[in-house]
């Protein structure tokens, strides 16, 4: 007896969800077997009739025969090496890093049923995969696979609405301007991304910071359900009443549980905006981050306000650019008038509606370049965010003579309204707590032109931590979570989470996921064990 003897003769063929189902993969589990009820094969595939079994993951000609495999099951959804369609898909990343990657083949699935094929061929050929939503984020592997499967969303792009319009059914193919786009006309939109390349699938699994979180928390908070692909090919709904262990998982947890298809979002009213960057002279620094601290402390009087400030250099002047979003067009609300009576040298503030901003934000954000986030997280204290920038600073001659650098620091609040949430719908695996009171997420970005910058810019950036945490920890202001959507590659996010939200993450892997395919086979991004990359500086 096999997995797949649970259905009872129901199949997931055509897309059916199977919603109800054991998840439990049975020992004795065959990969042939499932392909079958999928309605593919394996005998009949030329490239697999000299596999007797699962292979090594070593084997050389493993990706060979799992991307002709996909090719005989699927033909134009699957594009080799020096095509158009892969070219398409290597030359759309946002980082260079990303971009760089060569998969052995691009795979483009229109339907669930044909992510759960190319996951059991993976499985059955030992050819690792990773999938790409947006593509992001800003390290090699994270949703490309070097030499393997690279399963790109892109065109299960569909966005629908419920009968009463209250949940949004979203492909992991869409951008966060696409999903805005698709709602705006019936006044909605759903808790998401602030640029409009952002795709959904990463953003929502890692948290999800939106111009709508003090009104009703992260993404991953005002998740409905989920649908997901499990390592045995079975498609499953995952929601608070339905898998909510696994529902909570993937509140936070990453690509650790399996492949998700399709987010089911709560939707929210989305009228008109007001909002822009307005920019201040180093002069106004100490003023600025009383009004940013003044914000986040009002947070629960007044939700509609979204902020954060970056500090930067431009042709050799200290700037700080905040970024201040009103969820309503109110030109003036009170809850900012700190910040405006502060002297600016610009101000891009406009009434703008939510496609517009995300698309106005997306300049910031420019494609084609070396990239990397790195993040911290610290207990609000205003002396200590002062000389966390006045330390910036003075750093950045370190990376003065790297071509293109442009380094930044960025904070943000987490702040009690958004903690709060956080326990909605029997709450997520990030191990934040209101009774911690706000918080401040501060991290670095940094683009920079070549390769050989690389291990400078990282060290500057680690080198520049170093110093920020001893400083945190001898204050008691030190904080452990990390935030997964900005993390670098040196970073373990879920450790951050705490030892017991960690230990249960893994536990809920391996019900799932007793063969831990999601851990080894598609070894990018965030894994439970670690970093992705280990060395130090």
Same mark, same amino acid.
């Given at each position: 007896m096999h997995l797949w003897s649970f259905l009872g003769g129901i199949s997931a063929i055509g897309g059916v969800t199977l919603a109800h189902v054991s998840p439990s993969e049975m020992d004795n589990f065959n990969i042939a077997s499932a392909l079958e009820h999928l309605g593919v094969e394996v005998w009949k595939i030329p490239a697999l009739q000299s596999f007797s079994g699962v292979q090594s993951r070593s084997t050389e000609n493993a990706c060979s025969a799992a991307c002709a495999s996909l090719n005989f099951v699927f033909g134009s959804k699957v594009s080799a090496q020096d095509t158009a369609g892969y070219s398409n898909f290597t030359g759309s990343f946002w980082s260079v890093q990303q971009e760089e990657v060569q998969p052995h083949c691009v795979f483009r699935p229109t339907v669930n049923t044909e992510v759960s094929i190319a996951v059991l061929l993976s499985r059955f050929t030992g050819c690792e995969f990773a999938a790409r939503s947006g593509g992001h984020a800003a390290f090699t592997g994270a949703s490309s696979s070097p030499g393997g499967i690279s399963i790109w969303f892109k065109d299960m792009n569909e966005v629908t609405l419920n009968e009463d319009k209250s949940v949004a059914s979203i492909g992991p193919g869409n951008s966060w301007v696409s999903v805005y786009s698709a709602l705006e006309p019936y006044g909605l939109a759903a808790v998401g991304g602030r640029a409009a390349s952002i795709g959904v699938g990463g953003f929502v699994l890692g948290g999800g910071i939106s111009y709508h979180s003090n009104l009703y928390g992260w993404a991953c908070d005002n998740v409905e359900s989920f649908e997901v692909v499990t390592a045995s090919g079975l498609i499953i709904t995952a929601s608070e009443s339905s898998y909510p262990d696994l529902y909570w998982a993937l509140r936070g947890g990453g690509n650790n549980f399996g492949l998700v298809t399709k987010y089911n979002l709560y939707t929210i009213p989305c009228p008109e905006m007001y909002g822009g960057a307005r920019t201040f002279l180093q002069t106004e620094f100490k003023e600025v981050i009383n009004a940013f601290i003044n914000v986040i402390n009002n947070a629960s009087v007044?939700?509609?306000?979204?902020?954060?400030? #970056? &500090?930067?250099?431009? +042709?050799?002047?200290? !700037? #700080?650019? #905040?970024? $201040?979003?009103?969820?309503? +067009?109110?030109?003036?609300?009170?809850?900012?008038?700190?910040? =405006?009576?502060?002297?600016?040298?610009?101000?891009?503030?406009?009434?703008?509606? !939510?496609?517009?901003?995300?698309?106005? $934000?997306?300049?910031? +954000?420019? &494609?084609?370049? =070396?990239?990397?986030?790195?993040?911290?997280?610290?207990?609000?204290?205003?002396? &200590? $965010?002062?000389?966390?920038?006045?330390? &910036?600073?003075?750093?950045?001659?370190?990376v003065a003579h790297v071509s293109g650098a442009m380094p930044v620091i960025i904070y943000q609040g987490i702040t009690e309204p958004i903690l709060k949430k956080m326990t909605n719908y029997g709450g997520n695996a990030l191990g934040l707590k209101a009774s911690t009171g706000p918080i401040i997420l501060m991290h670095v970005s940094c683009w920079w032109t070549n390769e050989s910058d690389d291990n400078t810019v990282y060290e500057f950036i680690n080198s520049f931590w170093d110093k920020v945490i001893a400083q945190a920890k001898s204050l008691g202001v030190d904080n452990d979570y990390i935030y997964m959507n900005y993390a670098s590659m040196f970073q373990d996010p879920v450790a951050g989470y705490g030892d017991a939200n960690k230990a249960l993450l893994k536990k809920i892997a391996k019900n799932y996921d007793p063969a831990a395919v999601y851990q080894t086979l598609q070894p990018g991004y965030f894994k439970l064990n670690g970093a992705p990359v280990t060395d130090s500086f």
């Open positions: 007044d939700g509609h306000a979204q902020q954060y400030v #970056a &500090f930067l250099q431009v +042709n050799g002047t200290n !700037l #700080a650019s #905040a970024e $201040l979003t009103y969820t309503l +067009n109110v030109a003036n609300p009170e809850i900012f008038k700190q910040y =405006r009576s502060i002297p600016a040298v610009s101000d891009t503030s406009s009434s703008k509606t !939510l496609v517009q901003y995300v698309e106005y $934000l997306e300049t910031d +954000n420019p &494609f084609g370049l =070396r990239e990397v986030y790195w993040p911290i997280t610290v207990h609000m204290d205003e002396d &200590f $965010l002062n000389w966390v920038v006045k330390t &910036f600073y003075s750093m950045i001659p370190q």
